[in-house]
């Protein structure tokens, strides 16, 4: 079965520093992925996604995400954090065939970006 | 263009009663995807909707149940709640021809069991 893990409950950044989320995933074939913000009391944001093509996908707000095949990972990135990114990070993954539009999420990581 | 719009914002029920909670898509987006957020379970996918069928369920009781409207607006039906139903319930569009296009989601209805 598909799955996806964030190992971090939380991560700490100054701001001005860059931002590394990490994202691993399980799924047979090549999956679709994506990454979903959300910020108190409101849905989820859509950030980016990798389909097919480049690993570096880049996404909203700055950020990116580096797709690694071989490490089944696709941590999610930030040149340099901003304290308006505080929020809870989701990565997803869909299973390319059959899974149509269900998405397989992490446990979310927390962003807290200070001052 | 209109984002995804779920109704009510916010829901307090008592143990046994049932709760409908409706989402529009974004025009145009055949689509409609429900989600379950708790803090303990995380987000889980409750099912999709796609031109009126369920075309996918994820693994809730039956008390969990939704229909799609032919203009694909959707709603979801939980019977005889319980107090573990307390959650955000989230709804998501996406046009859901292929599969490689995002989903988009409404603000969600928190749910309060009592």
């Known amino acids: 079965a598909q799955s996806v893990a964030q190992p971090e409950d939380q991560v700490n950044v100054a701001e001005g520093n860059p931002l590394t989320v990490k994202c691993t995933y399980s799924v047979s074939g090549n999956p679709y992925l994506f990454w979903y913000v959300q910020y108190p009391n409101r849905g989820l944001q859509f950030l980016l996604k990798y389909i097919t093509g480049d690993n570096l996908v880049k996404g909203s707000y700055g950020f990116e995400a580096e797709f690694n095949k071989s490490q089944t990972s696709f941590h999610l990135k930030k040149p340099s954090a901003l304290v308006s990114d505080s929020a809870l990070y989701f990565c997803?993954?869909?299973?390319?065939?059959?899974?149509?539009?269900?998405?397989?999420f992490g446990a979310g990581t927390r962003l807290a970006v200070h001052p | 263009k209109a984002g995804v719009t779920q109704t009510p914002r916010y829901l307090i029920k008592t143990r046994g009663q049932q709760v409908t909670l409706s989402c529009s898509p974004i025009?145009?987006?055949?689509?409609v995807s429900w989600y379950q957020q708790t803090p303990g379970q995380g987000l889980q996918f409750l099912f999709e909707y796609f031109s009126e069928t369920q075309r996918n369920k994820g693994n809730f009781p039956g008390r969990f149940s939704g229909r799609q409207f032919s203009n694909s607006r959707s709603e979801m039906n939980v019977s005889t709640l319980e107090l573990g139903d307390s959650a955000l319930y989230l709804c998501?569009?996406?046009?859901?021809?292929?599969?490689?296009?995002?989903?988009?989601f409404g603000q969600g209805t928190r749910l309060t069991v009592v």
């Open positions: 025009s145009g987006h055949r689509s």
């Open positions: 997803a993954v869909r299973e390319p065939s059959g899974g149509y539009n269900k998405l397989i």
């Open positions: 998501a569009s996406s046009g859901g021809e292929v599969q490689n296009t995002e989903a988009f």
